[in-house]
T-cell receptor, first 109, second 114 residues
Framework: GIQVEQSPPDLILQEGANSTLRCNFSDSVNNLQWFHQNPWGQLINLFY???GTKQNGRLSATTVATERYSLLYISSSQTTDSGVYFC???????????FGSGTRLLVRP | KAGVTQTPRYLIKTRGQQVTLSCSPI?????VSWYQQTPGQGLQFLFEYFSETQRNKGNFPGRFSGRQFSNSRSEMNVSTLELGDSALYLCASSTDSMNTGELFFGEGSRLTVL
């Protein structure tokens, strides 16, 4: 089945720093999304980005579908950005939503 | 508008019991999909329902089942609970299909099996 690899698995930043999270897919996917899981477990939508670039405040994302990867940029990080970031996409072959293993981010004050 | 609502939020069961979890999608959304999250396996797809029909199913045993009602609300049931079923169960809704639309998740139901 399709594999979704996220890097880095863990990231520690000082408040104010910038970071880039990466998501690689082993095959083509539909509906690529980025989520932030809050401490209570809810997955919060960040971006729905099958292709192209989007920005929302300090966050932006870019998906290059032809090369099967997506990037999430966090600028001027804040302690509230801490948590786990997941990317997910629907496998075109099996029509199942596949999640990456996540990037655990800790932003220190 | 209201988001995806899952009930109950927390529950504790013992091995061998069964459990039913509920998910009310965003108004107008017709697709509901379910996911299991455990520390060891991460987030895994369980199944998707659309217009009261199961459209896709993940690799879980038959103890895991679900259904969808005419108002798009969905329930999932786990019978003969095992310790390994302890997990956070998340549901998501989308307007048409999880294959073509943006997904919105509920807060989850955290199940502990003793």
């Amino acid at each position: 089945g399709i594999q979704v690899e996220q890097s880095p698995p863990d990231l520690i930043l000082q408040e104010g720093a910038n970071s880039t999270l990466r998501c690689n897919f082993s095959d083509s996917v539909n509906n690529l999304q980025w989520f932030h899981q809050n401490p209570w477990g809810q997955l919060i939508n960040l971006f729905y980005i099958p292709s192209g670039t989007k920005q929302n405040g300090r966050l932006s994302a870019t998906t290059v579908a032809t090369e099967r990867y997506s990037l999430l940029y966090i600028s001027s990080s804040q302690t509230t950005d801490s948590g786990v970031y997941f990317c997910a996409g629907v496998s075109r072959g099996s029509y199942k939503l596949i999640f990456g293993s996540g990037t655990r981010l800790l932003v220190r004050p | 508008k209201a988001g995806v609502t899952q009930t109950p939020r927390y529950l504790i069961k013992t091995r061998g019991q069964q459990v039913t979890l509920s998910c009310s999608p965003i108004s107008g959304h017709r697709s509901v999909s379910w996911y299991q999250q455990t520390p060891g396996q991460g987030l895994q797809f369980l199944f998707e329902y659309f217009s009261e029909t199961q459209r896709n199913k993940g690799n879980f045993p038959g103890r895991f089942s679900g259904r969808q009602f005419s108002n798009s609300r969905s329930e999932m049931n786990v019978s003969t609970l095992e310790l390994g079923d302890s997990a956070l169960y998340l549901c998501a809704s989308s307007t048409d299909s999880m294959n073509t639309g943006e997904l919105f998740f509920g807060e989850g139901s955290r199940l502990t099996v003793l």
